[in-house]
């Protein structure tokens, strides 16, 4: 992920916030990825350009709500 994104991750998914003793802080809300990608969606195969499917690039988001 973009630095920027991981940043945001690592100050607001921190133990007791997100996770963890205390962390109840995100329980029962809604998590919805929104992006754009700059290519035509061909390039989104395993056979274009960029190799994975454009939800195969959110794997770690989906993973990280499932987390907290």
């Known amino acids: 992920m973009p ?3 991981k940043h945001w991750f690592d100050v ?3 133990y ?7 962390g109840n802080k995100l ?4 998590f919805m990825a929104s992006f754009t990608i700059g290519g035509p969606q061909e390039n989104y195969t395993t056979l ?3 190799h994975f499917r454009v939800y195969e690039y959110c794997k770690n988001l989906e993973q ?3 987390f907290a």
């Open 27 to 30: 329980k029962g809300k809604n």
């Open 12 to 14: 607001v998914f921190t």
């Open 48 to 50: 274009g350009k960029n």
């Open 16 to 22: 007791g916030f997100a996770y963890g003793h205390g």
């Open 64 to 66: 990280t709500a499932y």
């Open 3 to 5: 630095d920027i994104l």
